[in-house]
């Protein structure tokens, strides 16, 4: 599926997602994690085990991301309770939601300069 996307701001975007995963800019990731300065592949944890360490890269970046876009995957499997404590205690929100729904939704974030980071489980 092709995203289609005008670019109004800064920063990589999610074009278009296939059964290889996130195309973003020339590059395809079966699971990404996304900056608003960067995109990059990642190896995810198993989902049940995620937690702040295996988010590290996106989440200590400068100025601090205002909430973490979770995808979970090809459906919405809510985080575990300890990955919501973690985050909460770092003054950060997580919105969790299946993967191609948080492609789209990152598009719409960004373009409203929201300052957010984003890690994609593969589809």
Do not use: C, H, N
Request: overall charge neutral; aromatic content about 8%; glycine content about 12%.
């Amino acid at each position: 599926m092709k995203l289609d996307r005008t670019r109004k701001g800064d920063g990589p975007i999610v074009s278009g997602l296939s059964a290889s995963g996130f195309r973003v800019d020339d590059g395809i990731y079966p699971a990404l994690l996304l900056t608003p300065k960067r995109a990059d592949g990642w190896s995810p944890p198993a989902f049940e085990t995620l937690d702040v360490a295996a988010l590290t890269d996106i989440l200590d970046i400068e100025p601090g991301p205002e909430f973490l876009l979770l995808g979970t995957g090809a459906s919405l499997r809510q985080p575990a309770r300890a990955l919501v404590r973690a985050l909460d205690a770092r003054g950060l929100g997580i919105e969790a939601m299946d993967s191609r729904a948080a492609a789209r939704a990152w598009g719409v974030l960004r373009d409203e300069g929201r300052w957010i980071v984003g890690a994609f489980y593969p589809l």
